[in-house]
Nanobody
Framework: QVQLVESGGGLVQAGGSLRLSCAAS????????MGWFRQAPGKDREFVAA????????LYADSAKGRFTISRDNAKNTVHLQMNILKPEDTAAYYC????????????????WGRGTQVTVSS
């Protein structure tokens, strides 16, 4: 079992930046691919970005490419999502996720979820 705790959300103006962090704990926390999803009010949860457990591979949604960067620090069992040039449409609850397989499967069906952190981008 893997436990995930997000932090770093908040209120930011359009064009600004935020860095989300996710601390993982549990038996295999350091060897899981991990990622981020988001859910805006009234919308389905959607994939944002994911990273392999080595950090050597990443996957991004089109909406995140060029603006968001996912990274991980396995020494601290932590994954980060650096979000730049934020837009009002990025407003959502952001959820950390972890999987037991590859990035493609993680992007569709994670095995573990955090409880989320709210990001609000004002125009």
């Amino acid at each position: 079992q893997v436990q995930l705790v997000e932090s770093g959300g908040g209120l930011v103006q359009a064009g600004g930046s935020l860095r989300l962090s996710c601390a993982a704990s549990g038996r295999t926390a350091g060897r899981n691919p991990m990622g981020w999803f988001r859910q805006a009010p009234g919308k389905d949860r959607e994939f944002v970005a994911a990273i392999t457990w080595t950090g050597g591979g990443t996957l991004y949604a089109d909406s995140a490419k060029g603006r968001f960067t996912i990274s991980r620090d396995n020494a601290k069992n932590t994954v980060h999502l650096q979000m730049n040039i934020l837009k009002p449409e990025d407003t959502a609850a952001y959820y950390c996720a972890a999987g037991n397989n590859n990035l493609a499967i993680l992007a569709k069906a994670p095995n573990y979820w955090g409880r989320g952190t709210q990001v609000t981008v004002s125009s």
